[in-house]
């Protein structure tokens, strides 16, 4: 069955701090994996897409990694601030059918 | 650019009354998707039209209709509302590379309360 765990399912740090959010797949054949900022209120937005040769990709602040062997990826945020307050979705999509598989997210709150 | 505009923000039904859910995109994207997202869940797609004309289920479509009369427009149907039916609702495109999960541009969501 394809499916996309994340952890942890919330997380709170102080502002300055950096933190590391996991995305656990099981979606096969693997297409490509995105990760998502949601605000509070908000639709997601894109923060990065790998595809199966990339594994790792950056958007200022934000990294991501992808482990296509071990099905995993992570979304590191350096230096964080307030403003990265808000839910980090992971998304993996299936390369034959283009199914579309969205994980339930991470909360992030960063405390000043 | 607007890009995904979702009309209204809000909306309290009662149970059995209908209502559609409207959705533009001005990125001329001939991918268009309707997501519902309850809490602490992920996002689950409803329906989703690869081109003006052509729509086709998704993972949940029990309940909701949609139509594709144009390549800007992409609305929802709810027919009879129910309380399982209260959830927030997004509209997201996605562009012209031939393949449905090229990047997803979202609106902002349609908040709905069905008593």
């Known amino acids: 069955k394809n499916q996309v765990e994340q952890s942890p399912q919330s997380l709170i740090i102080l502002e300055g701090k950096n933190c590391t959010l996991q995305?656990?797949?099981?979606?096969?054949?693997?297409?490509?994996l995105r990760w998502y900022k949601q605000d509070t209120g908000r639709g997601p937005v894109s923060l990065t897409i790998?595809?199966?040769?990339?594994n790792t990709k950056s958007n200022g602040r934000y990294t991501a990694t992808l482990d296509a062997d071990t099905k995993q990826s992570s979304l590191h945020i350096t230096a964080s601030q307030l403003s990265d307050s808000a839910s980090y979705i992971c998304?993996?999509?299936?390369?034959?059918?283009?199914?579309?598989?969205f994980g339930k997210g991470t909360r992030l709150h960063i405390l000043p | 650019n607007a890009g995904v505009t979702q009309t209204p923000k809000f909306r309290i039904l009662k149970i059995g009354q209908s209502m559609t859910l409207q959705c533009a995109q001005d990125?001329?994207?001939?991918?268009m998707y309707w997501y519902r997202q309850d809490p602490g869940m992920g996002l689950k797609l409803i329906y989703y039209?690869?081109?003006?004309?052509?729509?086709d289920k998704g993972e949940v479509p029990n309940g909701y209709n949609v139509s594709r009369s144009t390549t800007e427009d992409f609305p929802l149907r709810l027919e009879l509302a129910a309380p399982s039916q209260t959830s927030v609702y997004f509209c997201?495109?996605?562009?012209?590379?031939?393949?449905?999960?090229?990047?997803?541009?979202f609106g902002p969501g349609t908040r709905l309360t069905v008593t």
């Open positions: 998304v993996v999509s299936a390369g034959r059918d283009d199914k579309i598989i």
């Open positions: 039209s690869v081109g003006a004309g052509i729509t």
């Open positions: 997201a495109s996605s562009g012209t590379s031939g393949r449905m999960s090229y990047e997803q541009y």
């Open positions: 790998m595809t199966f040769s990339e």
């Open positions: 990125m001329n994207h001939n991918y």
């Open positions: 995305c656990n797949y099981t979606v096969s054949p693997f297409s490509n």
